[in-house]
């Protein structure tokens, strides 16, 4: 069997090692328009922070370590069409013929139609040659004035690097809080809080309509003019869909696939930030634009391929990031988007500390839970704090995924010891706060 794959990064270089696993004499390419296999977006941030040294840091396995994996890899080269008929793709340097294909797309960086959005430092943070441009020019015009557009977890990552270099930071974010599609207004301030100790500035509710100077000198936000001598454009990112498009296949905001990541075409399957997937809450077709979605649906793929009935679940969207050491995990619905979806919702939230208040070095913990009130189904968690946010994030995000309603959540079964953790846990007090609502 012959698998092509399209795209090198996290989603196409998991599913080429997992397919090369199960099969171990198919014959599998790799094709990339970089010139590396997979890396890690995520860590690109504290490459400019200087925590990552350097930008190669952040490369998983070295390309020879796929060499040995008999996996051919054609990187550099952009697919340029899909001919079904045929079953072969079409590149800059030939056609590759496949017998499965998988496309693995991802997303590209939006660019906003902002005047002078293309003058000199102004950038994007989506790929190694992006960190290499943005150290380049730190280290060639030593800025001091950063703006952030945009409030997401690209954005604020980014303007906690600038800020760790010694610059000034102002983030600006068109909607009224910093993440929200992750987080609730009141769990959004606390992060700010943090973010503002240490010298990072916001502005809500208004955009950015100009990038002045060329190199950049300043930037409009509405009436006003802030100084700035380096940008980050941080306004999310679009799925790759364009190649499927071409080829005919099912689009919308991204490729739309089946349960085995399938796409309307059954010899060509979807996986990463390019796939759309089911919303575990409302059961419609979104996006899973996650490292860890982009490794479970390579495995999935390769699983169904290999001829297991493997399924791909609706998805939560589990995330966790950490600002200044504030740890903030989020997954499902938001009280905020609840209302717009029209889903009545019960919340629990509660502060508390990570230790008994009797043990010294406990820090604060805000846990919000949301529960659906028809029946009683947790739906949704947001959690910020000082530490141990990740293990709590994923114990809710793990209960979610099988049904647990506030009951479950209420009385789990908690682990305890003054050095780690209260004897009733946060996230149980949380629950119990939601439990005598639904009572009332």
């Known amino acids: 069997m012959r698998i092509v794959v399209i795209g090198s990064g996290t989603a196409g270089s998991n599913f080429a090692l997992f397919m090369r696993k199960l099969d171990r004499k ?28 350097k930008p190669e840091d952040v490369v ?34 030939g056609e590759v013929p496949y017998d499965k294909l998988v496309i693995a797309t991802g997303s590209k960086a939006f660019i906003p139609p902002i005047k002078g959005v293309e003058s000199e430092g102004v950038f994007t943070l989506k790929s190694l040659d992006d960190v290499r441009k943005i150290k380049d020019y730190i280290a060639k015009k030593k800025p001091k004035k950063a703006v952030v557009i945009g409030a997401g977890l690209i954005g604020l990552e980014g303007a906690e690097a600038f800020a760790k270099l010694g610059m000034e930071v102002l983030v600006v974010e068109l909607l009224e809080h910093l993440l929200p599609t992750m987080l609730d207004r009141d769990m959004a301030k606390l992060v700010q809080d943090e973010m503002e100790k240490h010298g990072v500035k916001f502005k809500f509710g208004v955009g950015v309509s100009e990038i002045i100077g060329n190199p ?18 941080a306004t999310g990112v679009r799925a790759n869909v364009d190649l499927a498009k071409d080829a005919g296949l099912e689009v919308n905001r991204g490729i739309v696939v089946n349960e085995h990541l399938q796409t309307s075409d059954p010899d060509i399957y979807a996986i990463g930030d390019c796939a759309e997937v089911i919303d575990a809450v409302t059961g419609k077709r979104t996006l899973s634009q996650l490292g860890t979605s982009a490794v479970r649906m390579a495995k999935v793929a390769a699983e169904h391929i290999a001829g297991k009935n493997s399924v791909f679940r609706p998805v939560f969207n589990t995330a966790i990031t950490e600002l200044f050491g504030l740890e903030v995990g989020t997954f499902g619905m938001t009280e905020e988007r609840a209302k717009k979806e029209g889903i009545n919702v019960v919340v629990g939230k509660f502060k508390g500390s990570t230790k008994p208040e009797y043990y010294p070095g406990g820090k604060p913990i805000t846990v919000k839970l949301i529960f659906r009130k028809e029946d009683r189904k947790l739906i949704g968690a947001q959690i910020v704090g000082g530490e141990r946010v990740w293990g709590r994030i994923m114990t809710l995000s793990a209960l979610a995924q099988k049904g647990a309603t506030v009951e479950d959540v209420a009385y789990l079964e908690t682990a305890y010891a003054p050095p780690i953790s209260p004897t009733i846990d946060p996230i149980t007090v949380a629950a119990e706060m939601a439990m005598r609502k639904f009572k009332l």
Do not use: W
């Open 26 to 53: 198919a014959n599998i390419v790799v094709i990339g328009k970089e010139p590396t296999m997979q890396y890690s977006p995520c860590a690109l941030p504290h490459v400019i922070s200087g925590t990552i040294e």
């Open 60 to 93: 998983v396995f070295p390309n020879e370590f796929y060499k040995k994996q008999k996996i051919e890899m054609m990187l550099g080269i952009e697919a340029k069409k899909i001919d079904r008929e045929r079953k072969v793709v079409i590149t800059e340097r």
């Open 216 to 233: 950049v000198e300043a930037v409009k936000i509405g009436d006003e003019v802030a100084e700035a001598e380096i940008v980050l454009v």
